[in-house]
């Protein structure tokens, strides 16, 4: 966000800057007793690894012409799964140790927060 002026000329307007300071205020809300005592290094590691991540996922959405709406949003998913299957197979194999009564949380988080909320987002950005 605060690159974007320098690599896709965008203008820095006040949203985007107060958008920046809340996740930093967020980042440390979370974050700030591990950050302060020393520990949880993986979980830091990981969530700024996300974060850059997620920065080249949105720039190269904004060199994509030909790929829009919900099919984007698809292929972001699908990627996103696959690489976070890949990474949990690889640290702790395929077994996946996991309570019946968080099945729906998962599910929950994967369908009502992503999967609307790309569904919301693509149907705004295409004149919605």
């Known amino acids: 966000m605060i690159l ?10 006040a949203p985007k800057v107060l958008g920046f300071l ?3 205020i967020g980042i440390f809300f979370v974050n700030g007793r591990a950050m302060l005592s020393g520990g949880n290094g993986w ?9 850059v991540m997620y920065s ?3 720039m ?7 790929i829009v709406g919900l099919e984007n949003s698809v ?6 799964f696959l690489a976070v299957a890949v990474f949990t197979i690889m640290r702790q194999g395929v077994l996946i140790d996991m309570q019946s009564t968080q099945i729906f949380w998962i599910l929950f ?18 004149g919605w």
């Open 4 to 13: 974007s002026p320098i690599i896709f000329k965008e203008k820095l307007t």
């Open 22 to 24: 809340i996740v930093l």
């Open 43 to 51: 979980g830091l590691f990981c969530g700024a690894m996300s974060a």
């Open 56 to 58: 080249a996922m949105v």
């Open 60 to 66: 190269c959405n904004k060199q994509s012409k030909m």
């Open 75 to 80: 292929i972001q998913l699908t990627v996103s």
């Open 109 to 126: 988080l994967g369908l009502v927060n992503t999967g609307l909320g790309c569904y919301l987002h693509n149907r705004r950005r295409d």
